[in-house]
């Protein structure tokens, strides 16, 4: 693991991050300087308390997965050596650390590391030269849409020309349901649509955990938001429930949404269809429950679900 710089103060830290949120220089202007403002971060992670890093963050709307990739950034040793050569992204570093050493030195030797390299080409590149080995040196993602029924007898007929075709590129057509790692794709899907719940529910429950009494945390061991939303359902709607006097109506009115976002959250988040039909139970128990009492609870609900449950 590479040396841990010394520790900034929350003030020094803050200092690396003046840049305007979304702005491609807010971790560095190149990539070494992101590899110092990661080495900063990995420092603050390794002696702040939860709740300073909890407040940092919060205050720099700087989002807990932005931070421990920076912190997973400084631990790689890989870096180092090809400082010079960066890219000025943490994203783009961050598909680095996460290659085997032999794929980092086939991209080093192949001039996919340059400081232009964006995260999108070198995944890109990853994706291709894993691939590699395999018999398939590429995938071309295709839909074919029929604009007529056809017989299943028809469909066969289709799909024998479609091959036929293929073998002249030395190509080969394969059945599926719109690809080779079509479980990966949605699960890939579902945990980008999960995580921009996330973002929601951060800013939502930031405050909140924040000022809630400290014996409070301590009960359900919370230290930050990012904890309560990774933690257990029960222990979630505990917490909140406990910090508004076991009062139901009042949990209900004040963080419906809230609950509602975990849910679609842990809907994303399971590949099982018996837990997601659970799941969608539930809000439909909540809304038959409390839509007679709170106004609009019902629509708030479905644009939950048009939005993060589809």
């Known amino acids: 693991m590479n040396d841990l710089p010394q520790c900034p103060t929350t003030e020094e830290l803050a200092d690396r991050l003046t840049a305007p949120l979304g702005s491609k220089d807010r971790f560095g202007r190149d990539g070494a300087a ?21 407040t940092f963050q919060d205050n720099q709307k700087l989002h807990p997965k932005v931070w421990d990739k920076l912190v997973a950034i400084h631990k790689d040793q890989k870096l180092g050596s090809i400082k010079d050569h960066l890219p000025a992204s943490y994203t783009a570093l961050y598909a680095l650390v996460v290659m085997k050493d032999e794929e980092l030195k086939a991209a080093e030797a192949e001039g996919v590391i340059k400081s232009s390299a964006s995260s999108r080409l070198i995944l890109d590149w990853t994706k291709a030269y894993r691939l590699k080995g395999s018999g398939i040196e590429q995938e071309m993602p295709l839909t074919l849409v029929l604009k007529q ?12 020309a479609l091959k036929e075709v293929a073998l002249q590129y030395e190509a080969e057509v394969r059945e599926g349901k719109g690809g080779l790692k079509q479980a990966e794709v949605k699960a890939e899907a579902r ?14 429950l930031g405050p909140v955990v924040l000022s809630a009494p400290e014996d409070l945390k301590s009960k359900f061991e919370v230290r930050s938001a990012a904890e309560l939303i990774n933690g257990r359902r029960d222990a979630f709607t505990g917490f909140l429930q406990v910090l508004e006097g076991k009062v139901q109506e009042v949990f209900w009115r004040k963080y419906g949404r809230t609950y509602c976002l975990k849910i679609a959250r842990d809907f994303n988040l399971t590949d099982s269809r018996t837990d997601r039909f659970q799941l969608k139970d ?3 128990k909540a809304v038959e429950k409390w839509d007679p009492i709170i106004t609009g609870f019902r629509s708030m609900v479905t644009e939950i679900q048009s939005t993060y449950m589809k």
């Open 191 to 204: 945990k980008a649509v999960a995580d921009r719940i996330e973002e929601e529910l951060m800013r939502l």
């Open 34 to 54: 992101v590899l110092v403002t990661a080495g900063l971060v990995a420092a603050a992670n390794a002696s702040w308390d939860k709740s300073t890093i909890s």
């Open 282 to 284: 539930r809000l439909k």
């Open 149 to 160: 029924d056809l017989t299943a007898e028809r469909q066969q007929d289709l799909l024998c």
